[in-house]
Structure formats: C-alpha cells, structure tokens
C-alpha cells in the first residue's frame, strides 16, 4: 500500500506562483506519478505525469507547470508558475505503475491522495 499526501495548496492571484508537494508513505514510491485536478461541476483531468521515460502534461498547463520526483524522500513536486484563474481546482496526486492505458489516463493510476486547494484570483 502507498499513502499520498498532498500540500502547497492555497489562494494566490492571476500570475502568482505555487509549488505542489506530494509525499508519499508506505511500499517504494511506485514508477508513475502524476498530478490531476478537478474544479467545480467538472470532471477530473490530467496535468502532469513523471515516469521513467519522462514527463508528460496537458496542453492547458504546458510551458508553465514543471512536474519532478525525489525518489529518495518519495516526493513528487508540481511547480506551478503564471497561474491563471482558470487553473482554479482541487489538485490530487496519484501513483501508479501500470503504464497500459498511457499517463494522462486515471485508470493507470493505483493510489491517489485527498486533494489540495488551489485557488487563483483575477
């Protein structure tokens, strides 16, 4: 079993900056991680993804999010630069390590944490 925790969430205006930290507990920290959010009334979607053979993102946050890993301290990080208030979501880390449905599909993922609150104001 692998517990997730989130944190780095908070409110922040239009163009500000935040840095997600996800840490996780348990079993060896497993080879997919990666970053969705959901916002109000909207499905979950993928941000960010970190594996072996690289980092994968949306097209909504590329150029301006960053996804890295410590693998020692099993901490995967989403920095978060030029928010925009669109970007407004709980944002939930996961792991995994099946790599059949392809990184940016929830279905790969295996444990997820509680979410963290990010809101950015116009």
């Known amino acids: 079993q692998v517990q997730l925790a989130e944190s780095g969430g908070g409110l922040v205006q239009a163009g500000d900056s935040l840095r997600l930290i996800c840490t996780a507990s348990g079993r060896t920290f497993n080879n997919l991680a990666g970053w969705f959010r959901q916002a109000p009334g909207k499905e979950r979607e993928f941000v960010a993804a970190?594996?072996?053979?690289?980092?994968y993102y949306a097209d909504s946050v590329k150029g301006r999010f960053t996804i890295s890993r410590d693998n020692a301290k099993k901490t995967v990080f989403l920095q978060m630069n030029s928010l925009k208030p669109e970007d407004t979501a709980v944002y939930y880390c996961a792991a995994g390590s099946s790599s059949w449905y392809g990184p940016s599909d929830y279905r790969d993922y295996d444990y997820w944490g509680q979410g963290t609150q990010v809101t950015v104001s116009s």
């Open positions: 970190i594996s072996w053979s690289g980092t």
